[in-house]
């Protein structure tokens, strides 16, 4: 690999894999730099026509002639080496980077870097703090693991002052990352096609906070013992926030409803304002705090971020409204480790809903098989389960995990769970299942949205002849 991308000419790029949230907020960065961008994926999104759109060239395939011309070639973790662009490329001679290289090579060159890394709740926070940071109307540069409509989508470019991006811990694609600012939400074993165990997530997140100098910050979670454990030491300043009582940054006297939240903010025990949130769930007063801490460093007082947070009425796909069916209304969320799913369905049940259902859609066979065993806890405030065909996605190889053996291991403590097969399986069950009064939830990282796209008429209910 390349030491480093020099990013001051204008090249051509092409993104092998551009219609990840990740890579398409990167590829429409370099796009407003002047660069040629062209790129592959294996289907059409809004993301990939927006690029269009904006100039790109979208191929929807994975061939060798894709490459040619480039003269530098970025792409994902989730590509694999056999890649036939990949293995062009190589032979060209093309330099490659990782997505997480050019994400470290942008934000390097911003006066000041923010990188917000945890194991949930990042595309929330960013989004958070973008808009606090456009509240005090400083120019910052915004990527969103997210579509945001207040960006209508998943970027914005700044002025260069500030820059301010997730930090994906999957393959330690954060430690090519050199902020000023760093966040860790929280930290917990997931990605278990990369990370060995718990420990070794840790010791990710550890170097992740190393790399901040001397005069940088860490804002962190206290209550986390995961996150606690990986403090001592640093060299950094460490800010923590939490709603415990030795927190720098606490959160009192919380109202939640259906609607969102409200608290009052403690800064070293001392009260320093009031929040109003839109977004319900106390994981969300959690995320606040955290960008209220990111908002202080930078000059911000808690009144312009109460502006800020007046402004973020949610991101697409993170408890996102899809709409009605049958009087029902039907939600969707990435919720995908159990933790995310037990915090998602806890604000499910704030709503004043008759049955709250689930249609989860595991990812990974590696994540189910060695989360099988927390999965059914998760699910304790859903009246009905449906799960879903596990997705797939990078993976080649099933290790012995199916849909089916989870939900026969959730049916031993949970009423109503149901292995359902396709998603076309799930649309046309709660075609006829829902009433009035019911809330359906879908959960996923993968295309579960995809079953409310069915109920709501924007996509068939029937497969197509060869998906048969």
Not at 167 to 173: G, L, S
Not at 245 to 273: E, Y
Request: hydrophobic residues 40%; aromatic residues 8%.
């Amino acid at each position: 690999m390349p030491s480093h991308l020099h990013l001051k000419q204008p090249r051509h790029a092409h993104f092998i894999g551009i219609g990840g949230i990740s890579m398409s907020a990167l590829a429409n960065v370099l796009l407003q730099r002047g660069w040629q961008v062209s790129g592959s994926d294996l289907s059409r999104s809004s993301l990939t026509e927006r690029l269009a759109e904006a100039g790109a060239t979208v191929y929807y395939d994975h061939k060798p002639s894709n490459v040619e011309g480039a003269q530098v070639i970025i792409y994902t973790s989730a590509i694999r080496p056999e890649n036939p662009e990949l293995v062009r490329a190589r032979e060209l001679g093309i330099p490659i980077y990782t997505r997480g290289e050019l994400l470290g090579a942008l934000m390097e060159e911003a006066k000041y870097g923010i990188a917000i890394s945890g194991s949930h709740g990042k595309t929330t926070t960013t989004s958070m703090v973008g808009l606090i940071f456009e509240a005090a109307q400083l120019e910052a540069t915004l990527l969103v693991g997210g579509e945001l409509d207040n960006i209508d989508g998943n970027v914005k470019v700044g002025n260069g002052e500030y820059f301010i991006a997730e930090a994906c811990e999957y393959f330690d694609n954060f430690l090519n990352l050199r902020p000023n600012l760093g966040v860790i939400l929280n930290i917990d074993a997931d990605h278990h096609d990369y990370f060995k165990d718990l420990a070794h997530v840790k010791r990710s997140f550890r170097r992740f906070a190393e790399l901040l100098p001397p005069t940088g910050h860490l804002v962190a979670h206290s209550d986390d013992p995961n996150v606690r454990d990986i403090l001592p030491g640093l060299n950094c300043q460490v800010i923590t926030f939490g709603l415990e009582p030795d927190a720098d940054w606490r959160a009192v006297n919380m109202q939640l409803h259906s609607g969102g939240s409200s608290f009052d903010v403690l800064h070293h025990g001392q009260k320093v304002g009031h929040i109003v949130l839109h977004v319900p769930g106390q994981h969300h007063i959690k995320n606040a705090l955290a960008a209220i801490a990111i908002g202080h460093i930078n000059g911000l007082d808690v009144e312009t971020c109460a502006k800020g947070f007046e402004l973020y009425k949610g991101t697409h796909r993170r408890f996102y409204l899809q709409g009605e069916y049958n009087g029902a209304r039907i939600y969707d969320d990435v919720a995908h480790h159990p933790k995310e799913i037990k915090a998602t369905l806890e604000t499910a049940k704030t709503f004043d809903a008759k049955r709250v259902i689930s249609v989860f859609q595991p990812h990974t066979h590696t994540r189910t098989k060695a989360l099988m065993h927390e999965f059914p806890a998760a699910f304790v405030d859903s009246d009905m389960v449906l799960i879903t065909d596990i997705f797939m996605a990078r993976e080649v190889d099933t290790f012995g995990v199916t849909a089916g053996m989870l939900a026969d291991l959730m049916k031993k403590t949970h009423p109503n769970v149901r292995h359902i097969g396709t998603l076309y399986d799930a649309a046309a069950y709660l075609s006829q299942e829902l009433r009035p009064g019911d809330l359906v939830i879908t959960m996923g990282v993968g295309d579960v949205y995809r079953v409310a796209d069915m109920l709501l008429g924007k996509e068939s209910m029937e497969p197509a002849a060869n998906q048969q």
